[in-house]
């Protein structure tokens, strides 16, 4: 597969432009549904990026449901129309202009999530939930353990809404949550707040649930401000 390096104005984000290089790709009749993915170090070099960023951007294709993994083949699962969709969905997780929008719905939606989970969850329930926090505080790099935790105590609410809108919102802020990761002291402090927030969950405390996802909340916001502090415009 020939990939054309798409010119840009301005640089973009990595996984914007693994993404905007195989949509064209696509377009273009040079990779097909059901097609692998040349190998990382061949498509790190015609993007002209790293084998790492290239991996980063793979994963969050593979979340989205773009690229799946057959043992260590990369496939190509989705076709263009729902490529466009998931650029879309990636334009907004880096749009200054969103971030507010994203705090808002979790906020309101979070912390009732985390009080149902409260009332609901099953001992399988709690299980997951244990495994995501340790999968996150194992490894400081994992972001998508973050991601995970959220959706599995979505789940443990047992609202099918809920859990699906979670799930489609951890999407949309997926880039954001990696750019946090490489802020210093971010990992652990979410870490502690997942570990809080599980604890006090597998209690069966619903209040001090939802007070603990209000402050976790708390400290994502405080890093979106600090980032705006330091740069003048948001992260």
């Not at 990026?49 to 990369?74: A, C, Q």
């Not at 808002?104 to 244990?130: G, H, P, S, V, Y």
């Not at 998508?144 to 489609?168: P, R």
């Not at 997942?194 to 405390?205: G, Q």
Request: proline fraction near 3%.
């Amino acid at each position: 597969m020939e990939l054309e390096k798409i010119q840009y104005p301005v640089s973009p984000t990595v996984p914007k432009l693994v993404l905007d290089n195989l949509l064209a790709a696509i377009e273009n009749g040079k990779i097909r549904v059901g097609q692998e993915l040349p190998p990382e170090r061949e498509l790190a070099d015609k993007l002209g990026i790293s084998r790492n960023s290239l991996r980063e951007s793979l994963s969050i294709l593979n979340f989205i449901g773009i690229v799946e993994n057959r043992g260590n083949r990369k496939v190509l699962v989705k076709n263009a129309d729902y490529f466009r969709k998931a650029n879309s969905l990636l334009e907004l997780s880096y749009s200054p202009d969103t971030f507010t929008d994203f705090m808002e719905f979790r906020r309101t939606n979070e912390r009732e999530i985390a009080r149902l989970a409260c009332q609901r969850a099953t001992e399988e329930d709690l299980e997951r939930l244990r495994k995501s926090v340790e999968r996150l505080e194992r490894d400081e790099t994992d972001y998508l353990a973050d991601v995970q935790f959220h959706v599995d105590l979505a789940c443990a609410s047992h609202n099918t809404i809920f859990a699906t809108m979670l799930d489609y919102v951890n999407c949309l802020i997926l880039e954001l949550r990696m750019r946090f990761f490489e802020r210093e002291d971010y990992h652990g402090k979410t870490a502690e707040a997942h570990r809080r927030i599980y604890e006090a969950v597998k209690a069966r405390d619903e209040e001090l649930a939802v007070y603990e996802m209000g402050r976790h909340l708390k400290i994502i916001e405080n890093y979106e401000d600090q980032g705006t502090t330091e740069s003048g415009v948001k992260a």
